[in-house]
């Protein structure tokens, strides 16, 4: 994500969701940062940073963050860790990924038991991620998820805390079989 091209005033993730600690990062604005209260203890100096440090920090998270960033940055073909080698192994990990997205699609196609929820044109892959839910006509979710794991397959059944839509899908109380890919899968796993 470009903060500046996107003009955000405030940006929130969680590292976990780039391989990293469950570590929560906020980006902000420098004028917006020092206009929004901040509940902090009393010693802490009210300048930026250290108005939203509110003890010691958690060091071996910010370690771990900066592990991820730099494990991402290298599956660009470098070592080094900046905004054009994180945005070139962007890139890269997209292209993989949509090449999956295409095969696992069209694979499923042959098999008319299944059915895809979500946007299943190949056309039309670049308005999703590689993450499926999928059901089968006649097999509940955790019996697919258990015979894949068999297999060595491991995925994940049920609704994902998205409990309205899977009611309003008609998939409670069984869910859905969740399958997501990513860089490091291969082809011949898929």
Not at 121 to 149: C, G, M, N
Not at 155 to 175: K, R
């Amino acid at each position: 994500p470009d903060v500046q091209v996107w003009g955000c005033d405030y940006a929130v993730c969680s590292a976990y969701k780039f391989f990293g600690p469950h570590v929560g990062l906020l980006w902000g604005k420098r004028e917006r940062l020092d206009a929004l209260p901040a509940f902090k203890v009393r010693p802490a100096d009210n300048a930026l940073p250290w108005r939203w440090m509110t003890g010691t920090p958690n060091l071996e998270g910010i370690a771990g963050t900066l592990a991820a960033f730099q494990y991402l940055a290298s599956l660009s073909g470098t070592e080094f860790c900046d905004r054009a080698h994180l945005v070139a192994a962007y890139q890269r990990i997209y292209t993989h990924e949509q090449t999956l997205a295409a095969r696992f699609l069209e694979g499923l196609q042959r098999l008319p038991a299944f059915q895809v929820w979500g946007i299943t044109d190949t056309k039309r892959l670049a308005e999703r991620v590689p993450t499926f839910a999928i059901t089968h006509r006649q097999l509940p979710s955790a019996v697919i998820a258990e015979r894949l794991a068999t297999q060595g397959i491991f995925v994940w059944s049920g609704n994902f805390y998205a409990l309205s839509l899977s009611e309003a899908l008609g998939l409670e109380p069984e869910g859905m079989v969740r399958i997501g890919f990513l860089h490091y899968a291969t082809l011949e796993e898929l």
